[in-house]
């Protein structure tokens, strides 16, 4: 049997600053079934869709938008429990071979529609073992050392526009070769970063701020 590429959707129960938020409606349906249904939506690539969970309300809901589920051991379900443990469990609990894992996180739903074809054709053409989405930041960064500022990436009077570019992991979405999740990783040393130029890169729900600027998003670009 030929090897899949499949999703995983990491999604625990146990969220403080946000209660119940993979549970909560967006734009009138759970957070959670926004990247189940982005995974399903891109079938050509991805032949499984996993949701690995520790609560009841969570598994009813990946179930009735047509995922499978995962049923999430409380030992790596914990607050400090790196996301790496859930998906190694997943793959060790399948009774097929899986060549390719695409993490989505119920975390960032919003995503652009041919995100992932593209990511995917690139991971393929490079034969890369993983690939991740960055976004470009355009802050004027620094640190402080005894109450005083002290620039990182420029200098003082320089225009934003001629800053050195530094880049972030926005978490939009991850491609893996299996080896590299047996290593305990999600994203190698040598992990193509796929640049992302998009406002869906700035939503990562953690709180109910999070979350209304991520429905204020939706609505605005229905």
């Known amino acids: 049997m030929k090897a899949k590429t499949i999703a995983i959707i990491p999604a625990r129960g146990g969220s403080k600053r946000l209660p119940n938020k993979n549970c909560l409606l967006l734009g009138g349906i759970p957070l ?8 399903k939506e891109n079938q050509n690539i991805i032949e499984d869709v ?9 598994k009813d809901i990946a179930l009735q938008f047509g995922a499978k589920v995962i049923d999430r051991p409380s030992e790596i379900s914990g607050d400090f429990e790196p996301t790496i443990t859930a998906v190694q469990h997943v793959i060790s609990s399948l009774d097929f071979e899986v060549e390719n894992v695409i993490l989505l996180q119920p975390t960032n739903p919003l995503r652009p529609k041919n995100l992932l074809q593209d990511c995917f054709e ?3 053409k490079l034969d890369a073992n993983s690939l991740f989405t960055v976004s470009q ?3 004027k960064l620094g640190k402080i050392h005894d109450n005083q500022f002290v620039p990182f990436n420029y200098k003082i009077g320089q225009r934003s526009q001629d800053l050195e570019p530094l880049y972030f992991e926005n978490g939009l979405l991850y491609i893996s070769k299996v080896n590299v999740i047996n290593n305990h990783t999600i994203i190698s040393e040598e992990a193509f970063p796929y640049i992302v130029d998009h406002v869906f890169a700035a939503v990562d729900i953690d709180t109910q701020d999070d979350f ?3 429905e204020y998003l939706l609505n605005k670009n229905k």
Request: net charge negative; charged share 20%.
């Open 50 to 58: 996993f949701v690995t969970t520790d609560n009841e309300s969570i």
């Open 32 to 39: 959670l079934a926004h990247s189940i249904l982005y995974a």
């Open 137 to 139: 930041n355009h802050h």
């Open 122 to 124: 690139k991971y393929e």
């Open 212 to 214: 209304d600027f991520a």
